[in-house]
């Protein structure tokens, strides 16, 4: 089993790279290419839009072939798109490579999750899931920095064709580590859709999907933030990322240590309150590079702290339709992305400066913690309506 989570967590490992390196090589990417940075700001989108339409998709005609087949041809899709990209010659070309290498994310992870759940012992499936989504942590630490690194150095180019060689690597682990397994689930399609009759699950969908926009209106514009903002130079923005990645870690990491104690509800709260203070005070203190580094590891932190409540808080109102639940997560939490981004891009284009971004940030992140209060309303009437009936 450990070389099946080895397996899949490279495969996450390679998903990380992909989505969050770009952030690292906006700047050399924009002059490289002769395109604005809101411009190069959509790309990051465009592979958000890539994860929402092609986790249903594909988890709609999955069940056709083995688990591992699927797989197979959902990491051939990173490969193929990150490829595209490194050798694109136009922006529409550019586009079509993020959507593309956006497209199998969300079902990579449904996919991986569904297999450690049969070969996983009892009481230890969600070890080995979170092994699998540790690749992703691990990315924003070791890998992120390190393409940052190679965008500033070389070419932005050499970023993207490293993370199209990874992903062979991970295509060859999975031939030789992951098993040939079936989901046998039995498929009614209309009644997985019926737990969205109720209104917790659109209130979480809307906390995952306002809470990761307001992160990434500012975090997709972190080079020019802090180079422009903070003072730091281009060649260390290797280690400011890294730093970041390090939050993210630790976040997901502290998050879990918490949830022995804490309900999944007042973990994620009392996170979209900090991400709140401390995109406030990114706006007001950014200028300064250690609150920018404070403030900016915090929001990261924060990122992933919130996921793993989010998601069990998902799964407990999805009875019945678990899978679609988990699509659904996916896609809430990328198009908070795609929509973080663009409004990012609009303070640009309107022509503030750079530390403007923080307050669409706070404002959105405000919108993922009032849908979570009323979660909890919701939460304290229902028994009381059940009671009354």
């Known amino acids: 089993m450990k070389k099946t989570v080895f397996s899949l967590a490279l495969a996450t490992f390679g998903l990380g790279m992909a989505e969050f390196g770009i952030m690292g090589v906006l700047t050399e990417l924009a002059n490289n290419v002769g395109i604005s940075i809101p411009s190069a700001g959509h790309l990051i989108s465009f592979y958000a839009f890539g994860v929402v339409i092609g986790a249903p998709i594909i988890a709609i005609f999955s069940g056709r072939f083995s688990l591992k087949k699927t797989l197979l041809f959902l990491v051939a899709l990173c490969v193929i798109g990150n490829a595209m990209f490194t050798f694109s010659t136009s922006y529409p070309m550019l586009l079509a490579a993020r959507f593309i290498s956006g497209f199998p994310h969300g079902a990579i992870f449904g996919v991986g999750a569904i297999i450690l759940s049969k070969i996983a012992p009892p009481g230890k499936v969600t070890i080995a899931v979170a092994g699998m989504i540790a690749g992703m942590t691990v990315a924003n630490l070791v890998g992120i920095p390190v393409g940052t690194w190679l965008g500033h150095a070389f070419n932005w180019r050499y970023t993207f064709c ?164 988990a699509a659904g997560g996916q896609m809430a939490f990328n198009l908070g992305n795609a929509v973080g981004a663009w409004f990012g891009g609009l303070i640009i284009a309107f022509g503030f400066t750079y530390s403007y971004l923080t307050l669409p940030a706070a404002l959105l992140s405000s919108g993922a913690m009032v849908a979570l209060l009323l979660y909890g309303q919701c939460k304290t009437k229902r028994p009381l309506q059940a009671v009354t009936e």
Request: proline share 4%; hydrophobic share 60%; charged share 10%.
């Open 162 to 325: 490293l993370i199209s060689l990874f992903d062979v690597l991970v295509m060859v682990s999975v031939l030789f580590w992951v098993p040939t397994l079936y989901d046998t689930a039995p498929t009614h399609l209309r009644e997985q859709f019926h737990f969205l009759q109720k209104p917790e699950p659109w209130l979480i969908f809307a906390a995952t999907m306002l809470g990761n926009a307001g992160v990434f209106a500012w975090f997709s514009y972190i080079k020019p933030f802090m180079v422009n903002v903070s003072g730091f130079s281009e060649a260390s923005m290797t280690w400011v990322m890294m730093l970041m990645g390090l939050g993210m870690v630790l976040g997901n990491m502290f998050s879990g240590k918490l949830s022995v104690n804490f309900s999944p509800l007042r973990i994620a709260i009392v996170t979209e309150v900090m991400v709140v203070l401390a995109m406030l005070a990114l706006f007001v203190g950014g200028e300064h590079k250690l609150a920018a580094l404070g403030m900016g590891f915090l929001c990261c932190a924060g990122l992933f702290a919130v996921s793993a409540p989010l998601q069990i808080m998902l799964l407990q109102n999805a009875k019945g339709g678990e899978m679609l639940g």
